[in-house]
T-cell receptor, first 114, second 110 residues
């Protein structure tokens, strides 16, 4: 049973470019969560999605960030017009249901903005 | 939301030593998990343990939900145990969001 897949594992973007991070949940999981690990700030929740629905995006920055989880295909975290402060590790997790279930984490995408 | 505090922040061990990491949380939990972040940055699920005790090899964990703390035990530590250990909790009022502690950085010396 394959785990949570994320790609790319490393992404380098220049300031002003767009970054697209992909997450494929574990088989049978329809709940996806994105977390960000900023240097010196720890791991923070960003957004929670189910298929075709954003359930909670309270942790997302108000501008430039968006997320989707279409009916077919992986979940996408999109960052437009990246700035140096977006450099971080972005982790995706999935679970088979919501409240109280174990979340399984992917290997993360390390975004570097130059 | 729920607050998660971990102690100690740093731990240096000689290979073969035992240690205990602590996680305190401020609310009742639906979910509590322990992770190991290895030197390559990957988050490895160690335990899903909202209550009770579990063991996996040289690692074990206990959560006392009524007293709002969890403990991670490392026995006979090895250099490969080095890294950062995170505790994360989903509070009853948080619904599905994991709130992470700041982590305990463990260094095991040969």
């Amino acid at each position: 049973n394959a785990g949570v897949m994320q790609n790319p594992r490393h992404l380098v973007r220049r300031r002003g470019q767009e970054a697209r991070l992909r997450c494929s949940p574990m088989k049978g999981h329809s709940h996806v969560y994105w977390y960000r690990q900023l240097p010196e700030e720890g791991l923070k929740f960003m957004v929670y999605l189910q298929k075709e629905n954003i359930i909670d995006e309270s942790g997302m920055p108000k501008e430039r960030f968006s997320a989707e989880f279409p009916k077919e295909g992986p979940s996408i975290l999109r960052i437009q017009q990246v700035v140096r402060g977006d450099s971080a590790a972005y982790f995706c997790a999935s679970s088979p249901s919501q409240v109280g279930y174990e979340q399984y984490f992917g290997p993360g995408t390390r975004l570097t903005v130059t | 939301g729920i607050q998660v505090e971990q102690s100690p922040p740093d731990l240096i061990l000689q290979e073969g030593a035992n240690s205990t990491l602590r996680c305190n949380f401020s609310d009742s939990v639906n979910n509590l998990q322990w992770f190991h972040q290895n030197p390559w940055g990957q988050l490895i699920n160690l335990f899903y343990i909202p209550s009770g005790t579990k063991q996996n090899g040289r690692l074990s964990a206990t959560t006392v939900a009524t007293e709002r703390y969890s403990l991670l035990y490392i026995s006979s530590s090895q250099t490969t145990d080095s890294g950062v250990y995170f505790c994360a909790a989903e509070g009853r009022s948080n619904d599905y969001k994991l709130s992470f502690g700041a982590g305990t950085t463990v260094t095991v010396r040969a």
